[in-house]
Antibody
Framework: HLLESGGGLVKPGASLRLSCAASGFTFSISAMSWVRQAPGKGLEWVSTFRGSDVTTYYAESVKGRFTISRDTSKNMVFLQMNNLRAEDTAVYFC????????WGQGTPVTVSS | DIQMTQSPSSLSASVGDRITITCRAS??????LVWFQQKPGKAPKSLIY???ILQSGVPSKFSGSGSGTDFTLTISSLQPEDFATYYC?????????FGGGSKVEIK
């Protein structure tokens, strides 16, 4: 089970921190990802934290602006989003594993002046 | 980056029809491919992983095949609850990439 929070309406250039609370599986060794979906568009992978070797990966579109992290003591993963742009507007989903077997319900992020 | 190309992007079908959606990778991904179903306003749901393994709880009317660069998702005997958008995604290498989606509509 995954539950996201932290989305909202912000102005361009602002920051947001998304959170995802995980339960029901061995969090520490799992890969956790963020995937987003802009209004009316398809799915876009954003970032992955690979728990097995503590390695992070980012899409080129967010590299240098977004940071993924986790707190294994709380079974949580985070996405710190800085310097937000209008094109970052989307529903952000927290996803377990590269094969996506568990998804959260999503949290909406709107970047608009 | 590995590009994933789905076809068709949309199709109209009737209840009871058998349909096939294809997904082509720009380079080989072995069997590291998953198929998702997404209904409006909902999170995607995993149907098939490792190209052909049915996710727990998913009905056997869904099947997947392929390896390397060419993959198919087949739904036998479409039911009203199957009208949705379907996505493929490769997890062979980063960046993870999705197909553009195939919207299945009622004829």
């Amino acid at each position: 089970h995954l539950l996201e929070s932290g989305g909202g309406l912000v102005k361009p250039g602002a920051s947001l921190r998304l959170s995802c609370a995980a339960s029901g599986f061995t969090f520490s060794i799992s890969a956790m990802s963020w995937v987003r979906q802009a209004p009316g568009k398809g799915l876009e992978w954003v970032s992955t934290f690979r728990g097995s070797d503590v390695t992070t990966y980012y899409a080129e579109s967010v590299k240098g602006r977004f940071t993924i992290s986790r707190d294994t003591s709380k079974n949580m993963v985070f996405l710190q989003m800085n310097n937000l742009r209008a094109e970052d507007t989307a529903v952000y989903f927290c996803v377990k594993d590269g094969s996506g077997d568990v998804w959260g319900q999503g949290t909406p992020v709107t970047v608009s002046s | 980056d590995i590009q994933m190309t789905q076809s068709p992007s949309s199709l109209s079908a009737s209840v009871g029809d058998r349909i096939t959606i294809t997904c082509r990778a720009s380079q080989g991904v072995n069997k590291a491919l998953v198929w998702f179903q997404q209904k409006p306003g909902k999170a995607p749901k995993s149907l098939i992983y490792d190209a052909s393994i049915l996710q727990s709880g998913v009905p056997s009317k869904f099947s997947g095949s392929g390896s390397g660069t060419d993959f198919t998702l087949t739904i036998s005997s479409l039911q009203p609850e199957d009208f949705a958008t379907y996505y493929c995604q490769q997890y062979h290498s980063f960046p993870l990439t999705f197909g553009g989606g195939s919207k299945v509509e009622i004829k």
